[in-house]
């Protein structure tokens, strides 16, 4: 959370109702637990507050951020010196500021800044997934671990995310870089006052940062948009019925894919509103100091496959080995470094990893000479050849026939309890009449 916008909200005297009604009104995520905890120890950076009971009152708003202290140990094996990330990406980071025109601002989503730090690939998500649809054309084992590419790539960003959100902040503690983490507005500007607030960043292209009024805007639709979505899910039963409306949003952003759905369709629903081109989460950055690396550039290689490493093994406690290798090394730049370390760290088969991967890599080489060429620049799709077509066909004829099954066998168990239903109250008459008797 952005602690300078959340300051500009606050007002000294605020009473709010709980804990709740306080993220709603600053803009930010519902957290639970020792997350919850964290968060509002973070609030105390920005102003004092009083509890009673589940009031929360803001008795003072302090002039500027504070800087954040770190109460944690400093001794070996401590969590300060045990971080999963903390040196290798600062180090990374470090290197990518000292490398960029330090005289103007950046403006970057994740996604593309931690591609330009050469940890993941730009994947077109579409794309990604019409390969991998594909494939299943040709071989039976991606049926059971397509579907979980979105689950992949959802919590690969996630972690990435949080990950290069922290050493942003610790870096602009050091002072190496000053800027904002928060909504960015993007659109093709002109030569007229309208656009005079935007910054041109490439041939025309322009970004800025969103003010507090549009950033309430895109919060309120927000709010609308996963109270929609979880209506939906709780109407199909996927969500437990003790979980509140209330708690809509606090779930959905709770959960990796849920909440990467929420934004998609935000930002396809604000932007018009904005009267802006593009809509995303982002950096906006400048570089402060030509900070020298500590580490030469072989050395980089190892901290970024350290990085990818890491978070591999955060993919593969939640979802399996399997799944893990067959999509989660697709996402990360996963180079020779990074592929031996994953190895060492698990004692991979190299014998069985490359026998699995190069019987995949040869059937996805076919698959992407018939798929459309994507269009890198825009991201977007091209026109698709008749071989995909004929692939696409062959999916939806396939998925028709699996509902027409299933809806069969539905047919054949209703059947199957009306009979049985039938039977039990012909059993029941039968006993009631020999009782009687």
């Not at 306080?22 to 102003?47: A, F, P, Y």
Request: proline share 2%; net charge neutral.
């Amino acid at each position: 959370m952005d602690l300078e916008v959340i300051r500009m909200k606050l007002k000294k005297g605020t009473v709010y109702d709980n804990y709740i009604a306080l993220c709603k009104d600053l803009g930010i995520v519902c957290k639970t637990g020792k997350s919850k905890q964290l968060q509002m120890e973070e609030l105390k950076r920005v102003c004092n507050y009083e509890k009673i009971g589940h009031k929360i009152h803001i008795t003072e708003v302090k002039a500027s951020v504070e800087p954040k202290v770190d109460k944690r140990g400093k001794s070996d094996g401590s969590r300060n010196n045990n971080s999963k990330y903390a040196f290798e990406l600062d180090e990374v980071f470090k290197d990518y500021l000292s490398n960029i025109d330090s005289h103007k601002k950046h403006f970057k989503s994740k996604r593309v800044l931690l591609k330009e730090l050469n940890i993941i690939n730009l994947v077109n998500y579409e794309w990604e997934i019409n390969r991998h649809k594909a494939a299943l054309v040709h071989n039976k084992l991606f049926e059971t671990v397509s579907s979980f590419y979105p689950l992949i790539e959802a919590k690969t960003m996630k972690i990435l995310g949080d990950t290069i959100n922290s050493s942003f902040d610790r870096l602009k503690n050091l002072g190496a870089v000053e800027g904002y983490l928060g909504y960015v507005l993007s659109k093709r500007i002109a030569d007229d006052e309208d656009e005079k607030n935007y910054t041109e960043v490439n041939d025309g292209i322009g970004c800025r940062v969103a003010t507090l009024e549009e950033e309430e805007l895109i919060n309120k639709h927000r709010s609308a948009i996963a109270k929609e979505d979880f209506s939906l899910l709780k109407a199909k039963g996927a969500i437990p019925a003790n979980i509140n409306t209330e708690h809509a949003e606090q779930y959905v952003m709770s959960r990796d894919v849920l909440r990467k759905n929420l934004y998609s369709k935000l930002y396809r629903k604000v932007p018009c509103e904005l009267s802006c081109d593009k809509v995303f989460q982002g950096y906006m950055f400048r570089s402060l100091t030509d900070m020298p690396v500590e580490s030469a550039d072989n050395s980089l290689v190892e901290l970024k496959a350290k990085v990818r490493a890491t978070v591999y093994n955060g993919v593969r406690e939640k979802y399996g080995k399997d799944i893990a290798l067959s999509f989660c090394l697709d996402i990360l730049m996963a180079d020779e470094v990074t592929i031996e370390l994953v190895k060492k760290n698990h004692e991979v088969d190299e014998e069985n990893y490359l026998a699995k991967f190069g019987a995949r890599d040869e059937i996805l080489d076919e698959i992407d000479a018939l798929l459309p060429t994507p269009n890198r620049k825009n991201k977007s799709i091209g026109v698709a050849s008749e071989e995909y077509m004929e692939y696409k066909r062959e999916l939806q004829e396939a998925e028709a026939a699996r509902l027409k099954a299933e809806m069969k066998a539905q047919e054949e168990m209703q059947r199957n309890l009306e009979i049985l239903s039938k039977k039990m109250e012909e059993y029941k008459q039968k006993r009631q009449k020999n009782a009687a008797v």
